[in-house]
């Protein structure tokens, strides 16, 4: 049992494996997918995502126990454990379009599972799927006609991007759900917590049922989006009321029963994943008749979109009404700090509708502008494209800040200041710079959630 595969080759199935094989040096671990050019590029000097510490893992174990291959047949043959790591996107077509999975991918994995399998295997669910997934794809992979017996596990990934490595080297908890009612859904059970078991301590491997599993995944980001929506909705009373939603988070958070982490207001979230989650688990509680809890959650994506909107409406009527024509520099277009993954990122909605109000745009991200560019392609406008964040502020009447890249912290913000159209304003939707600095150098500062600093 130490031949391990993974169909799926993207910011999970990538960076997991790498880890497993770097902690588990007695299996081989073959990552493919039908991608050619990201295998390629995983087999090269440079890989196709990036991730803090990721390199260094993949280029001690590339080619000793960690193969990037094209060749699905050989990978599923050749071994005893197959991770599913394919993406699962939200339909956007037919019966559920906007909210439901799509599980065609999963769906054409399993076939691929059957059409190439010469003997029994575990199969493990990495990708996240709605509850009870694993019920559809046991009886796709049951359907082979040469009696083959596949054991379905579920063992969804929590990693965050930019901190993938370090989550995955020292996770909080792994789940793993699997059907212990039989011998042999006991020992798959054993088997994938065998693999684990080999750098994270056995009490924080945790075993549940299928559906539990399944279902913990999509509730953990709906928890943590939730978060992020409930401060991001009392941002917006703290700006009528003069409270500080830092100052509220604090104090709020140092209940431990709170808990201060991932209280911090910005622009909303983004990721590939919060929203489509989140739209995901609403209908499944449609699906089985429960339109209340749908609504229910279905309300923190509109917080999101509410957040980006009123974020817009805030520079416009700070900036007389109108932008149009007005040159506005983009401090960040990642959803997060350390990646160049702009997948729903905020920064998206904000330019559009900066867009439509015709003012130009002076793009700078460290690592994104390569997908800014692809995100912003089919909109009509003026943008500017800046590897330096200097030249992007150069004659703009306005800086927005929209991802929280500590790098922005340390700019020469009077040197910045010169180089403006006067008056000349900052609209820091990360509250990343210390307005009072700000302010002192001659900007009008408008943090979010807390008051605005203005010099008229
Ligand atoms: P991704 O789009 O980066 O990668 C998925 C890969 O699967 C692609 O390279 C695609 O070519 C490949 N693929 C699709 N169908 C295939 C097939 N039939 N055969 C072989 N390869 C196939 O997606 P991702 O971000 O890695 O996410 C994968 C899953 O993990 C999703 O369900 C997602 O919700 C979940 N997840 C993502 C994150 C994250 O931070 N991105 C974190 C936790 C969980
Ligand atoms: C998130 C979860 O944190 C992971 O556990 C999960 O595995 C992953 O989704 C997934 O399923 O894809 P990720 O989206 O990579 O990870 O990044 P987060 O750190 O969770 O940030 C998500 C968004 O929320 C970002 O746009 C971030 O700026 C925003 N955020 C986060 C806030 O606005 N405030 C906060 O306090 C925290």
């Known amino acids: 049992m130490n031949r391990i595969a993974c169909i799926g080759a993207g910011y999970v199935g990538g960076p997991t494996m790498a880890v497993i094989a770097d902690r588990c040096p007695q299996y081989t671990v073959t990552v493919v997918d039908v991608n050619a050019d990201r295998i390629a590029a995983w087999n090269s000097d440079r890989l196709p995502i990036y991730e803090p510490g990721l390199e260094e893992v993949v280029f001690r174990r590339r080619n000793r126990n960690l193969f990037y291959s094209t060749d699905i047949p050989a990978a599923v043959r050749d071994a005893d454990v197959i991770f599913v790591s394919v993406n699962t996107p939200t339909k956007t077509f037919g019966a559920g379009a906007g909210q439901a999975a799509d599980l065609q991918y ?12 010469d003997s029994d295997k575990i199969i493990v669910e990495k990708s996240t799927l709605p509850v009870r997934t694993a019920q559809a794809m046991s009886r796709i992979l049951h359907s082979n006609t040469r009696g083959l017996k596949f054991q379905i596990i579920s063992n969804p990934e929590f990693l965050a991007e930019g901190t993938a490595i370090a989550d995955l080297q020292n996770p909080d908890r792994v789940l793993i759900g699997g059907m212990d009612d039989t011998p042999a859904g006991q020992a798959a059970i054993e088997t994938v917590i065998a693999i684990y078991a080999n750098w994270v301590p056995r009490d924080r491997i945790i075993t549940t049922n299928l559906w539990s599993s399944e279902l913990t995944k999509l509730v953990s980001n709906a928890l943590l989006a939730q978060r992020v929506s409930s401060v991001n909705s009392i941002s917006a009373l703290c700006e009528k009321t003069e409270a500080d939603i830092d100052e509220v988070t604090r104090a709020a958070g140092r209940d431990s029963r709170i808990g201060a982490k991932f209280l911090k207001a910005g622009i909303g979230f983004g990721g590939s994943c919060f929203k489509k989650d989140i739209l995901n688990l ?8 429960l339109p209340e809890v749908a609504e229910y959650w279905t309300q923190v994506v ?43 990122s905020p920064a998206i909605a904000v330019c559009r509708q900066l867009l439509e109000e015709r003012a130009e745009l002076a793009i700078h ?5 390569g997908n800014a560019r692809l995100d912003l392609e089919s909109e009509t406008g003026v943008i500017d494209y800046c590897e330096d964040p200097y030249a992007a502020a150069a004659s703009a009447h306005a800086i927005a800040v929209l991802t929280d890249w500590m790098s922005f912290r340390e700019l020469d913000y009077r040197r910045i200041f010169e180089s403006m159209q006067k008056p000349a304003f900052i609209f820091d939707g990360r509250n990343l710079l210390d307005s009072a600095e700000m302010y002192e150098i001659g900007f009008n500062v408008y943090p979010i959630g807390r008051k605005a600093l203005t010099h008229f």
Request: aromatic share 14%.
């Open 106 to 117: 999963i769906e054409k994995t399993a076939r691929s599972i059957i059409e190439y399998a």
């Open 282 to 289: 609403a209908y499944l509680c449609g699906y089985y008749g």
């Open 302 to 344: 509109r917080i999101n979109d509410y957040q980006a909107r009123r974020f817009v409406g805030n520079m416009l009527s700070a900036m007389f009404n109108t932008v149009a024509g007005k040159r506005i520099a983009i401090f960040g277009f990642a959803f997060k700090a350390d990646t160049g993954d702009t997948r729903e």
């Open 365 to 369: 991200d460290p690592r994104a502008l």
